[in-house]
């Protein structure tokens, strides 16, 4: 979200919290609420690649974070092209996206937590697909 800040806000400044409290512009805020060991449920909007990948409207996921996108900048990232896919019940982003992007999908949450050898995330084998696509 930084990044995309940066170089398509042109915010230079644009910055994370974590690591810089104090920043001008701040990206990337602390939660509301730690999210940290909890599980939560996540709406999948329509017609996004995070809905094509699970097939459903909704999923259940395990977070490990106290940061996320600033809501103060949403509209103009999404302006610039960034798609929040996935929100909680607040309508708070969890899931974001490029369309126009071989495989760019951002999560809060950590797709591995909820992965097995003989089961992947669905998120994780969606890459492993997109890379294989991609592959010479």
Known sequence: MVDYARNLLHID??????????GAHLA???????LVGQEQEVELLPDTRAAAIYGARRTREAFYCNYGLNPAYRDALEAA?????GVDGDGEARIMEMRDHPFFLATLFVPQA????DRPHPVLAAFAAAARGRAG
């Open 28 to 34: 990337v805020t602390p939660l509301s609420c730690s």
């Open 13 to 22: 400044d644009a910055d994370h919290a974590e690591i810089h409290p104090d």
């Open 81 to 85: 092209g960034l798609v929040v896919s």
């Open 114 to 117: 909820r992965s097995a050898r």
